[in-house]
C-alpha cells in the first residue's frame, strides 16, 4: 500500500475496451452517418473551389470569418492554422469512427440501435431521402452548403481481488457486501471496516490510478462515464452525464463541497423524517466533510469565476464561494472531469476507500452484481448476498461469483440501484419513480480577454439569487462548468457549420455559466426491455424551464455588465446578443443593464424561453431520488434507516434514498446519508455479534 511522492507528468494510455467483432451498421450506413457528421462540422471553402465534399460559402464569408478567427488567434498560431481548421471536416478525425462504433455497439439501447439503423438505411435511399430531407439525392451524395497545471503525484495502491476461469461459481463470504465504489458506497466501506466488520467493496466499473488522468475525452467517457458518455431520456429531451468508474462520481465531479441548505432540511423533515433537522445529521455533514478537507482556503478563481462573483456584486445578486474538498490545497486544475492528476481531490478514491482499505476491507472491480440473494425461507424476507459475473480487466477471463454477507447495501447510484431491486424481484411500487435530475443549461459568453477557460478550479463559486423563486424551495443556482471542448461545444446552439466554426474558435475568449434547478416535478428509471439497462423517462416541466429560464436571463446579464462583447442564450432561434468591444477601463457600465440594445435582446429572448425537449435539450450531472426514503412503507422505498420496506439486511445508501432534489451539488448530502446509514448498520451488527457470543 505505499504511496510514492512523486512520478512522471506523462499520461499512462488507458485502453480501451476491444471494438464488437460484428458492427452493426453497413459500410453504406457508416457513409451516410459520418456524412451527417461532416454536415455539423464541414470542411469550409469559398465559392471558387468546386470540390463536392466541402460547404461552399462565398468568398466574403470565407474571409470574414478567415479574420474573425486570426484576431483571436494566440501568438503561436499562424494563418495557415485558420485554413487547416477551415478545412477539417468531422470525419477526418482519425479515432471518430472507433469511437462510434463502440458508443452504437455496446453502449445505446437495442431500441435506440435499430432507429439509428433504420433511419440511415432511408437516407441511402431516393424514397427516404426525400421524406427526410426533401431531396431525391441519397444524404450522403447531397453537397454540403490540454496541459494539466500541478504536479501529478501517486494515489492510492488498492490490491484487487483476481479470480482464474472456471466453471463453478466462486463463494466468497463477509459481515457487509456493499454493491458500488462511488460516494455512498466509500463512506459505508470506510465506518463499517472501522467499525471492525469485513467488508467486500464491488463495482462494476474498473480503477484508473491517478497517473492515467487527465484522460483525454474520448477515452474518459467510456472508462469514466456511464453508458460511454451520456444517456439520453426517452424523449430525448434531457442527456444524463453519471460516473461510472472506481470512486463513482466522486471520481469526475468538480470538488463542490456544499451541504444541504435548511430550506430542503425542513422540507424532507415536514415530510416525516425528523433526521434531517437534527443535530445527527449536522455531524454526519462535518464529519464526512472533515475527513474531506472541506473549506475555501487556496481558492484560485478561474476568468469564469471571477466574473461570476463580480458581475453578482455589480448587480446586487446573492453569491459565494464554494467550498472545495481538496484538504485545503491548490488545485487550481479544470480537468478534474477526466481524473484528478494530482489526487488532490478527495473523493472516494482517495480517501474513504484507502480509509477502509486500511482497516481491511477488501475490493473487486470489473464485476457487475446481476442479483440479490435472499435466505430460503417465506418471512420474513431477509437478503443474504449478491450474485454476479467478475471480468478481467483485459476482458479475456470471466467468472461467477457468490458473495454470502449478513447484511447487503446497494450503492450503485440513482439510475443502477433500483434497476438492482427490480431485477432481484423486489416490487416496491416507488423503486425507480421520484426520479429528480437537476435540469440545466448553459450560457457562453465571448470575452476580449484571453480567458483560458480550461484552466483553474471548475466551480469556485455559486449565485443562490433565484434558488427559491417559488417560496418553497424550488428555483435555480448559477454555477461555473467545466469548459473541456468536447464539453463545452456540445452547448453552443447549432445554427449552421458556419456559425459553428466561427464561434469554437473563439473558445479562448469564452466562459460558461451553468443554469441549474432544483426540480419540483420528477420522472422516473426503468430497465429496457431488451437488455436490462436503465431507461430514463423525464421531461423537464413547464415550471421547471421557466425556472431555467428566469435563470438563463441573469446569466445573460452577467456576462454584459462584465463587459462580454457575444452572449448565446441557449435556444436555436435566438441569436447571440453582439456588440463593440468594451474596454475593461470603462467598466462597471454607465447605464448597467439598461442598455436599450441589450434589454430588447434580452426581451425577445425571454419570449421564445427555454422549452424542452424541442427545440432545446437540458443536461444532468447529478442524479437523486429513484429508491425514495420515507417515513411508511406506502410513501418510498427504504425506511428513516436506509433499510428497504419488507426486507431484512437489505439497505440503500446513495443519493437515490433522496426524499426530493437536494438543491445543491448532491456529494455531501449523499455521504452524509450514508454515513447515518452506515452507523446505523455497525451498531445492528455489533448488537447481533454481541448476541451470539452470549449464545455460545
Request: charged share 20%; proline share 6%.
Given at each position: 500500500m505505499a504511496q510514492s511522492s512523486s512520478t512522471s507528468n506523462l499520461i499512462t494510455p488507458t485502453p480501451l475496451p476491444p471494438l464488437p467483432e460484428n458492427d452493426i451498421l453497413s459500410q453504406a450506413q457508416w457513409v451516410t452517418l459520418l456524412a451527417l457528421v461532416d454536415t455539423f462540422i464541414p470542411s469550409l471553402a469559398g465559392k471558387e473551389n468546386t470540390h463536392p465534399e466541402k460547404l461552399h460559402i462565398s468568398s466574403e464569408d470565407y474571409t470574414r470569418v478567415a479574420e474573425s478567427i486570426v484576431a483571436d488567434l494566440p501568438d503561436n498560431c499562424s494563418e495557415d492554422d485558420v485554413g487547416r481548421y477551415l478545412e477539417e471536416k468531422g470525419s477526418d478525425i482519425p479515432a471518430l469512427r472507433d469511437h462510434f462504433r463502440r458508443i452504437i455497439n455496446i453502449y445505446i439501447p437495442a431500441e435506440a440501435r435499430r432507429g439509428l439503423s433504420l433511419v440511415l438505411t432511408a437516407l441511402n435511399t431516393r424514397i427516404g431521402s426525400l421524406a427526410l430531407t426533401r431531396s431525391t439525392t441519397p444524404f450522403h451524395l447531397q453537397p454540403t452548403d490540454v496541459p494539466a497545471r500541478g504536479k501529478r503525484t501517486h494515489g492510492f495502491d488498492y490490491n484487487f481481488l483476481q479470480f482464474h476461469q472456471g466453471d463453478e461459481p466462486v463463494?466468497?463470504?463477509?459481515?457487509?457486501?456493499?454493491?458500488?465504489?462511488?460516494?455512498?458506497?466509500?463512506?459505508?466501506?470506510?465506518?463499517?471496516?472501522?467499525?471492525?466488520?469485513?467488508?467486500?467493496?464491488?463495482?462494476?466499473?474498473?480503477?484508473?490510478?491517478?497517473?492515467h488522468f487527465p484522460m483525454d475525452s474520448g477515452d474518459a467517457n467510456i472508462h469514466l462515464m456511464e453508458s460511454g458518455g451520456a444517456i439520453l431520456s426517452d424523449d430525448d429531451s434531457i442527456a444524463v452525464f453519471a460516473g461510472s468508474t472506481w470512486g463513482g462520481g466522486g471520481t469526475v465531479n468538480w470538488s463542490a463541497s456544499?451541504?444541504?441548505?435548511?430550506?430542503?432540511?425542513?422540507?424532507?423533515?415536514?415530510?416525516?423524517?425528523?433526521?434531517?433537522?437534527?443535530a445527527e445529521f449536522q455531524h454526519s455533514l462535518d464529519r464526512v466533510c472533515q475527513r474531506m478537507g472541506v473549506s475555501t482556503e487556496q481558492i484560485e478563481h478561474n476568468y469564469g469565476n471571477r466574473v461570476l462573483l463580480e458581475g453578482a456584486r455589480l448587480l446586487g445578486y446573492s453569491a459565494a464561494e464554494v467550498p472545495q474538498n481538496t484538504s485545503g490545497q491548490d488545485h487550481y486544475c479544470g480537468y478534474c472531469t477526466f481524473g484528478c492528476a494530482a489526487s488532490v481531490k478527495q473523493g472516494p478514491a482517495n480517501c474513504f476507500l484507502p480509509d477502509a482499505a486500511r482497516a481491511g476491507a477488501k475490493f473487486i472491480e470489473?464485476?457487475?452484481?446481476?442479483?440479490?440473494?435472499?435466505?430460503?425461507?417465506?418471512?420474513p424476507t431477509t437478503a443474504s448476498g449478491v450474485s454476479g459475473t467478475w471480468t478481467s480487466r483485459d476482458r479475456w477471463t470471466k467468472r461467477n461469483i457468490i458473495v454470502n454477507a449478513t447484511k447487503v447495501i446497494v450503492s450503485c447510484g440513482t439510475l443502477q440501484s433500483p434497476v438492482l431491486l427490480l431485477r432481484s424481484g423486489l416490487s416496491n411500487h416507488y423503486i425507480g419513480r421520484n426520479l429528480h435530475l437537476h435540469p440545466s443549461t448553459t450560457v457562453t459568453a465571448i470575452y476580449d480577454d484571453e480567458t483560458r477557460p480550461w484552466e483553474g478550479g471548475i466551480l469556485t463559486s455559486v449565485l443562490h439569487e433565484f434558488e427559491n423563486t417559488d417560496g418553497h424551495g424550488h428555483g435555480v443556482k448559477l454555477e461555473t462548468m467545466t469548459m473541456m471542448p468536447a464539453w463545452i461545444a456540445n452547448t453552443v446552439p447549432w445554427k449552421s457549420?458556419?456559425?459553428?466554426?466561427?464561434?469554437?474558435?473563439?473558445?479562448?475568449?469564452?466562459?460558461?455559466?451553468?443554469v441549474i434547478a432544483r426540480d419540483r416535478d420528477s420522472g422516473r428509471i426503468y430497465a429496457d426491455s431488451n437488455d436490462g439497462r436503465p431507461r430514463i423517462q423525464y421531461t423537464p416541466s413547464r415550471f421547471d424551464t421557466n425556472n431555467i429560464c428566469e435563470g438563463i436571463a441573469a446569466a445573460a446579464k452577467i456576462a454584459f455588465i462584465t463587459g462580454a462583447r457575444e452572449i448565446n442564450w441557449p435556444h436555436p432561434d435566438v441569436p447571440p446578443y453582439r456588440r463593440e468591444s468594451i474596454s475593461q477601463a470603462s467598466l462597471p457600465l454607465e447605464n448597467g443593464i439598461n442598455d436599450p440594445q441589450f434589454q430588447s435582446w434580452i426581451t425577445s429572448a425571454r419570449h421564445k424561453g427555454f422549452m424542452c425537449p424541442e427545440p432545446c435539450i437540458s443536461g444532468s450531472a447529478h442524479q437523486m431520488g429513484t429508491c425514495r426514503m420515507s417515513s411508511s412503507p406506502g410513501r418510498g422505498v427504504v425506511?428513516?434507516?436506509?433499510?428497504?420496506?419488507?426486507?431484512?439486511?437489505?439497505?440503500?445508501?446513495?443519493?437515490?434514498?433522496?426524499?426530493?432534489?437536494?438543491?445543491?451539488?448532491?456529494?455531501?448530502?449523499?455521504?452524509?446519508?450514508?454515513?447515518?446509514?452506515?452507523?446505523?448498520?455497525?451498531?445492528?451488527?455489533?448488537?447481533e455479534k454481541s448476541q451470539i457470543k452470549a449464545r455460545l
Amino acid at each position: 500500500m505505499a504511496q510514492s511522492s512523486s512520478t512522471s507528468n506523462l499520461i499512462t494510455p488507458t485502453p480501451l475496451p476491444p471494438l464488437p467483432e460484428n458492427d452493426i451498421l453497413s459500410q453504406a450506413q457508416w457513409v451516410t452517418l459520418l456524412a451527417l457528421v461532416d454536415t455539423f462540422i464541414p470542411s469550409l471553402a469559398g465559392k471558387e473551389n468546386t470540390h463536392p465534399e466541402k460547404l461552399h460559402i462565398s468568398s466574403e464569408d470565407y474571409t470574414r470569418v478567415a479574420e474573425s478567427i486570426v484576431a483571436d488567434l494566440p501568438d503561436n498560431c499562424s494563418e495557415d492554422d485558420v485554413g487547416r481548421y477551415l478545412e477539417e471536416k468531422g470525419s477526418d478525425i482519425p479515432a471518430l469512427r472507433d469511437h462510434f462504433r463502440r458508443i452504437i455497439n455496446i453502449y445505446i439501447p437495442a431500441e435506440a440501435r435499430r432507429g439509428l439503423s433504420l433511419v440511415l438505411t432511408a437516407l441511402n435511399t431516393r424514397i427516404g431521402s426525400l421524406a427526410l430531407t426533401r431531396s431525391t439525392t441519397p444524404f450522403h451524395l447531397q453537397p454540403t452548403d490540454v496541459p494539466a497545471r500541478g504536479k501529478r503525484t501517486h494515489g492510492f495502491d488498492y490490491n484487487f481481488l483476481q479470480f482464474h476461469q472456471g466453471d463453478e461459481p466462486v463463494t466468497l463470504a463477509f459481515d457487509v457486501i456493499i454493491v458500488g465504489s462511488g460516494c455512498g458506497g466509500g463512506v459505508c466501506a470506510k465506518a463499517l471496516a472501522e467499525a471492525g466488520n469485513s467488508v467486500l467493496v464491488t463495482d462494476k466499473a474498473y480503477h484508473f490510478p491517478s497517473h492515467h488522468f487527465p484522460m483525454d475525452s474520448g477515452d474518459a467517457n467510456i472508462h469514466l462515464m456511464e453508458s460511454g458518455g451520456a444517456i439520453l431520456s426517452d424523449d430525448d429531451s434531457i442527456a444524463v452525464f453519471a460516473g461510472s468508474t472506481w470512486g463513482g462520481g466522486g471520481t469526475v465531479n468538480w470538488s463542490a463541497s456544499l451541504q444541504t441548505q435548511a430550506f430542503v432540511r425542513k422540507e424532507w423533515a415536514d415530510d416525516g423524517l425528523p433526521f434531517f433537522t437534527s443535530a445527527e445529521f449536522q455531524h454526519s455533514l462535518d464529519r464526512v466533510c472533515q475527513r474531506m478537507g472541506v473549506s475555501t482556503e487556496q481558492i484560485e478563481h478561474n476568468y469564469g469565476n471571477r466574473v461570476l462573483l463580480e458581475g453578482a456584486r455589480l448587480l446586487g445578486y446573492s453569491a459565494a464561494e464554494v467550498p472545495q474538498n481538496t484538504s485545503g490545497q491548490d488545485h487550481y486544475c479544470g480537468y478534474c472531469t477526466f481524473g484528478c492528476a494530482a489526487s488532490v481531490k478527495q473523493g472516494p478514491a482517495n480517501c474513504f476507500l484507502p480509509d477502509a482499505a486500511r482497516a481491511g476491507a477488501k475490493f473487486i472491480e470489473g464485476f457487475h452484481v446481476e442479483k440479490i440473494l435472499f435466505e430460503d425461507k417465506p418471512s420474513p424476507t431477509t437478503a443474504s448476498g449478491v450474485s454476479g459475473t467478475w471480468t478481467s480487466r483485459d476482458r479475456w477471463t470471466k467468472r461467477n461469483i457468490i458473495v454470502n454477507a449478513t447484511k447487503v447495501i446497494v450503492s450503485c447510484g440513482t439510475l443502477q440501484s433500483p434497476v438492482l431491486l427490480l431485477r432481484s424481484g423486489l416490487s416496491n411500487h416507488y423503486i425507480g419513480r421520484n426520479l429528480h435530475l437537476h435540469p440545466s443549461t448553459t450560457v457562453t459568453a465571448i470575452y476580449d480577454d484571453e480567458t483560458r477557460p480550461w484552466e483553474g478550479g471548475i466551480l469556485t463559486s455559486v449565485l443562490h439569487e433565484f434558488e427559491n423563486t417559488d417560496g418553497h424551495g424550488h428555483g435555480v443556482k448559477l454555477e461555473t462548468m467545466t469548459m473541456m471542448p468536447a464539453w463545452i461545444a456540445n452547448t453552443v446552439p447549432w445554427k449552421s457549420g458556419v456559425d459553428f466554426k466561427e464561434r469554437v474558435s473563439k473558445f479562448h475568449h469564452m466562459i460558461g455559466i451553468v443554469v441549474i434547478a432544483r426540480d419540483r416535478d420528477s420522472g422516473r428509471i426503468y430497465a429496457d426491455s431488451n437488455d436490462g439497462r436503465p431507461r430514463i423517462q423525464y421531461t423537464p416541466s413547464r415550471f421547471d424551464t421557466n425556472n431555467i429560464c428566469e435563470g438563463i436571463a441573469a446569466a445573460a446579464k452577467i456576462a454584459f455588465i462584465t463587459g462580454a462583447r457575444e452572449i448565446n442564450w441557449p435556444h436555436p432561434d435566438v441569436p447571440p446578443y453582439r456588440r463593440e468591444s468594451i474596454s475593461q477601463a470603462s467598466l462597471p457600465l454607465e447605464n448597467g443593464i439598461n442598455d436599450p440594445q441589450f434589454q430588447s435582446w434580452i426581451t425577445s429572448a425571454r419570449h421564445k424561453g427555454f422549452m424542452c425537449p424541442e427545440p432545446c435539450i437540458s443536461g444532468s450531472a447529478h442524479q437523486m431520488g429513484t429508491c425514495r426514503m420515507s417515513s411508511s412503507p406506502g410513501r418510498g422505498v427504504v425506511d428513516p434507516s436506509g433499510k428497504v420496506w419488507g426486507v431484512e439486511s437489505l439497505y440503500v445508501a446513495d443519493a437515490s434514498i433522496f426524499p426530493s432534489a437536494s438543491g445543491v451539488n448532491p456529494m455531501v448530502t449523499n455521504m452524509a446519508i450514508s454515513d447515518w446509514v452506515s452507523q446505523g448498520i455497525a451498531k445492528d451488527l455489533a448488537d447481533e455479534k454481541s448476541q451470539i457470543k452470549a449464545r455460545l
